[in-house]
């Protein structure tokens, strides 16, 4: 199938994505002219590499450049193949046929698509269950029965009859599959299990890595696209304090700091001259699980939404976000604005929660539930807002709780916190993929759960046009918001600024940035 073709076959979904980001070091000195060497800080000291274990945009990211999946989002954020050079898809939409193209891992050896299959039935297998983002995976046909044990892993709709052949069987048409395919999880792994890897198919291979120190990144000469490889290093350095990575940037040892990698302090915002935004359609949620007997009244948490003033918190928090009403983004939501934004006052959060008072049958003094928030200085000062908003909106106290990341996320997983706030990456610019994350009775992380609203889900999976899956859709989302397990509080927007010589680097729109096409013009002087 040609590329035009798969673009017709997409036409109907906004397909984008993030593009490349890059490194740094603390023992890497200042560039020099010619010098095609990037530089920069990761905030997040913690990361994984393996594809499979990635939990943060900075993780995703030094493995996007380790690893070719079977698609890539290129410059112009357009699906491309990668590691395919040929797709065929059934009339049914369920059945994706991929031709491997002839290329190499980092040690000479030929990807085949058996690595495909391995390691696609590792993240699925519950015999391992270590994969943190099984939930990805669970619309190949029989997934959901294989993790959780239901059905054996051969039962899976993954299939390679022969080196170069990789055959995948949906449950359902999935019209965003070929955009899906290229987030971090679907990669290969030479040796399929969850050992650190040594040997990788992507652009670049790692020189050099001590953890929650220093990451040396350079090309892989055995990468089949390495002529569009132009950087020969990427350093990164991971230090937690922003101000002190800002003051490299500006002493010269940076070429790039900003969000989500490295924020640079509110104090220096104004400051900068050549400040860049990078818009997402990734939110920041509070979510409510609703199992909490304080939370399980749907009155309760539209007050908790309605009473948010998100102003204050994009102004003196969050700055250059975009305030998010509605629970799936206005860029990909389905909802007229007008259905739900004449809600959010004062005076109506005030009215609800009292009536969600009396439906517990509990006084306003006997109220309270914990706030979780993570070490991210961001996610703690969200916290702090929210706390100090809410009780002085409802007299009430709500206490705070500090978690490092990897705990923190770990029990919001487990539904082991009450109300906890961080951001989504949202990988697909279509509103069914975030939908679909609160229809398998998890309530993704709220433990949320209502028939209508799944069945919603299921009618627009099976729906026989465009129109009429989006009619669906629309349902399923005034449901949510009806219901409000989550709390939106705004859009995430990339703010950062970088070396002017620097091209082809981004922030990541959805879950990382790419450093395939990354590069310094040192004959650009504007």
């Known amino acids: 199938m040609s590329l035009k073709t798969l673009k017709n076959l997409l036409i109907c979904f906004?397909?984008?994505?993030?593009?490349?980001?890059?490194?740094?070091?603390?023992?890497?000195?200042?560039?020099?002219?010619?010098?095609?060497?990037?530089?920069?800080?990761f905030f997040a000291t913690a990361i994984s590499l393996h594809p499979h274990l990635v939990k943060v945009v900075a993780g995703a990211t030094a493995s996007k450049a380790l690893y070719e999946g079977l698609t890539r989002i290129n410059l112009d954020k357009q699906i491309e193949l990668a590691a395919a050079e040929k797709v065929d898809i059934s009339p049914c939409k369920k059945i994706y046929t991929f031709t491997l193209r002839d290329a190499y891992w980092s040690n000479g050896e030929k990807v085949t698509s058996y690595h495909f299959a391995d390691t696609w039935k590792m993240a699925l297998n519950p015999e391992i269950g270590r994969c943190f983002h099984t939930n990805k995976f669970i619309i190949i046909k029989n997934a959901k029965k294989v993790s959780k044990g239901e059905l054996p892993v051969s039962k899976l709709g993954i299939h390679a009859p022969d080196e170069k052949t990789f055959i995948v069987e949906l449950e359902?048409?999935?019209?965003?599959?070929?955009?899906?395919?290229?987030?971090?999880?679907?990669?290969?792994?030479?040796?399929?299990?969850?050992?650190?890897?040594?040997?990788?198919?992507?652009?670049?291979?790692?020189?050099?890595?001590?953890?929650?120190?220093?990451?040396?990144?350079?090309?892989?000469?055995?990468?089949?696209?390495?002529?569009?490889?132009?950087?020969?290093?990427?350093?990164?350095?991971?230090?937690?304090?922003?101000q002190t990575a800002f003051s490299l940037y500006e002493n010269g040892d940076f070429d790039w700091v900003g969000s989500p990698y490295s924020d640079i302090p509110k104090e220096e915002l104004e400051k900068i001259s050549n400040i860049q935004n990078y818009y997402t359609t990734?939110?920041?949620?509070?979510?409510?699980?609703?199992?909490?007997?304080?939370?399980?009244?749907?009155?309760?948490?539209?007050?908790?939404?309605y009473a948010v003033?998100?102003?204050?918190?994009?102004?003196?928090i969050s700055l250059f976000q975009k305030e998010l009403y509605s629970i799936i983004p206005n860029e990909i939501s389905n909802l007229e604005e007008s259905y739900y934004i004449d809600n959010f006052t004062v005076e109506n959060a005030k009215k609800l929660f009292n009536e969600g008072l009396n439906e517990l049958g509990i006084k306003k003094e006997d109220f309270t539930f914990t706030l979780s928030h993570s070490n991210y200085p961001e996610h703690e000062s969200i916290a702090v807002y929210l706390k100090h908003r809410w009780e002085k909106v409802f007299g009430i106290k709500i206490p705070l709780r500090k978690y490092e990341w990897s705990s923190f996320i770990s029990k919001a997983r487990n539904c082991d916190l009450s109300?906890?706030?961080?951001?989504?990456?949202?990988?697909?610019?279509?509103?069914?993929?975030?939908?679909?994350?609160?229809a398998d009775g998890g309530g993704y992380y709220s433990t949320w759960s209502n028939d209508a609203f799944k069945a919603m889900i299921e009618k627009s999976k099976n729906a026989?046009?465009?129109?009429?899956?989006?009619?669906?859709?629309?349902?399923?989302?005034?449901?949510?918001?009806?219901?409000?397990?989550?709390?939106?509080?705004?859009?995430?927007n990339n703010v950062f600024t970088c070396k002017k010589e620097l091209k082809n680097f981004y922030p990541p729109r959805k879950n990382s940035s790419d450093f395939k096409w990354a590069y310094f013009d040192y004959n650009d002087q504007k």
């Open 309 to 316: 003033d998100r102003s204050e918190v994009v102004k003196g």
């Open 172 to 242: 359902h048409p999935v019209p965003y599959f070929l955009e899906l395919v290229a987030d971090i999880p679907f990669s290969p792994v030479f040796d399929a299990n969850y050992d650190e890897q040594t040997v990788f198919n992507g652009p670049f291979i790692i020189k050099s890595y001590e953890a929650e120190k220093f990451l040396s990144l350079v090309p892989n000469k055995f990468y089949w696209d390495r002529n569009s490889v132009k950087l020969d290093e990427i350093q990164i350095s991971f230090i937690k304090d922003e």
């Open 464 to 492: 026989l046009n465009e129109i009429d899956r989006k009619a669906c859709l629309r349902e399923a989302e005034k449901i949510l918001m009806d219901e409000m397990p989550i709390c939106p509080i705004y859009v995430i």
């Open 419 to 438: 109300a906890f706030g961080f951001y989504l990456c949202n990988i697909i610019d279509d509103p069914s993929y975030l939908l679909e994350q609160f």
């Open 282 to 305: 990734s939110p920041f949620w509070i979510f409510l699980n609703t199992k909490d007997p304080m939370l399980k009244s749907i009155k309760i948490r539209r007050a908790l939404s």
């Open 14 to 41: 906004s397909i984008t994505a993030a593009l490349t980001v890059a490194g740094c070091s603390k023992q890497a000195a200042k560039s020099n002219s010619k010098d095609q060497t990037l530089r920069m800080n």
